[in-house]
């Protein structure tokens, strides 16, 4: 369960959590995770999922939205090129919908700035330019 993997409780109507990500890190993996439960089903993850480079300058944003009903949690992979990054997370579901979220280093290299020759602006991240979900 990710909240024994090291998960942050994020309860819902706003709750914002900011994971600051090494420059060496070149991608994170996401794993959002509800902690409630409504019967014998897991109660649906909500919550908008923005790359930061820089105070406020949002770089990818990504609206999730998990019903609970295909598995035990929403996980992704986000490239995070550039120096300096940080991954902020709002659980924009109601109050009841709680979940876990754990954000950890996916891949490492040497960091690189965004408007080099070495950076094509190709990403493997599972989210379009557009901010829409790709599935595998």
């Known amino acids: 369960a990710v909240e024994n993997e090291g998960g942050v409780y994020m309860q819902g109507e706003g709750m914002v959590r900011t994971f600051p990500i090494s420059a060496n890190v070149q991608s994170v993996q ?10 014998n089903s897991k ?3 909500q ?11 949002v ?6 939205y998990d019903d609970g ?3 035990d949690y929403f996980e992704t992979v986000m490239d995070t090129p550039g120096y300096t990054s940080s991954l902020r997370i709002t659980n924009t579901g109601p109050m009841t919908y709680p979940f876990y979220a754990l954000v950890v280093p996916y ?3 040497e960091p690189k700035p965004l408007d080099s020759d070495s950076y094509s602006g190709v990403t493997s991240s599972r989210f379009g330019p557009d901010g829409q979900f790709r599935g595998w």
């Open 30 to 39: 996401v794993i959002l995770q509800s902690a409630g439960k409504s019967g």
């Open 43 to 45: 109660l649906p993850v």
């Open 47 to 57: 919550a908008k999922v923005e790359l930061l480079q820089g105070p406020n300058n």
């Open 59 to 64: 770089k990818t944003t990504a609206e999730i």
């Open 69 to 71: 009903m295909h598995g």
């Open 107 to 109: 891949t490492f290299g």
